[in-house]
């Protein structure tokens, strides 16, 4: 098994050490780190890079931790864009898996949609790549292990199950001792993710943005309330796709 570790936090994060561990635990055979060379967290999936003379920088630099043998670069691009990169053989063979992480910070509710670190899982999906994102439910964590650990248990439960086309499976973890997490539970989407953003009008037109968390006893059985109860959780996301069965407006030809 071949494993491409990314993130959206950039390549400094230990984030990367920490799913690099993991996935070399889990029995890969090779792992490489390939992140943003700064922060790109909110990059969703955007395939925003930067090119000199027509080529995507690109750069051999040492992550912080990374065990023997891992070979890490800092790519000045998003990092749904190293995702599609790989797809292609950018990074040396094709990864079987895509690891994602760990953030720093949850990513939960609908507000996955704007997680670079999501991003990157479903942009690899969508090109036949397994993806787990991964993020610690702290903006500045302080139990990596944590996240380590049952990182490592739902790598063993995704190597026993066949892959499912399109999907990708999103891990947040709280940002406790590993003996003080209560366990790991399946949870839908919150309607909102643990931050919802507010849009005021100032006088002379401009706007205002404003950020308040949500009380975790407004959704407790979605993933943003299970989470800061104390539990693990896991979701398991649907890259972009089609309704087949919706009613749409048709016409047989032209309009005149």
């Known amino acids: 098994m071949r494993v491409l570790v990314t993130n959206d936090d950039g390549i400094a994060s230990p984030g990367l050490a920490v799913l690099a561990r993991a996935a070399l635990a889990a029995g890969a055979d090779e792992v490489v780190v390939a992140a943003p060379e700064r922060d790109s967290s909110g990059a969703s999936a955007s395939l925003i890079g930067a090119e000199q ?5 690109v750069a051999r630099t040492d992550a912080p931790g990374l065990p023997d043998g ?27 898996l895509l690891l994602s992480g760990v953030n720093r910070g949850a990513n939960t509710g609908h507000a996955v949609l704007h997680s670079g670190t999501v991003g990157a899982a479903l942009s690899a999906a969508t090109h036949g790549i397994r993806g787990l994102a991964v993020s610690l439910a702290a903006a500045d964590p ?3 292990a944590t ?36 366990g790991l539970r399946s949870a839908p989407l919150a309607a909102f993710g643990a931050v919802q953003a507010r849009v005021d009008e100032l006088e002379g037109g401009d706007l205002m943005l404003s950020y ?35 009613e749409l407006p048709e016409h047989p030809a032209p309009l005149t």
């Open 53 to 57: 003379d027509g080529r995507l920088v």
């Open 70 to 96: 891992v070979a890490s670069y800092a790519v000045r691009s998003a990092p749904a864009m190293i995702a599609f990169v790989a797809a292609h053989g950018g990074f040396g063979a094709v990864p079987d």
């Open 142 to 144: 302080q139990h990596w």
């Open 147 to 182: 996240a380590e650990r049952w990182t490592g248990h739902v790598l063993d439960w995704l190597a026993g199950r066949p892959a499912q086309a399109d999907r990708v499976v999103n891990l947040n973890v709280p940002d406790r001792p590993l003996a003080e997490v209560l």
């Open 212 to 246: 308040e968390e949500i009380a975790a006893e407004r959704d407790p059985d979605t993933d943003a309330g299970l989470l800061a109860a104390g539990w693990a959780t896991v979701t398991l996301l649907h890259a972009p796709a089609f309704d087949a069965g919706a």
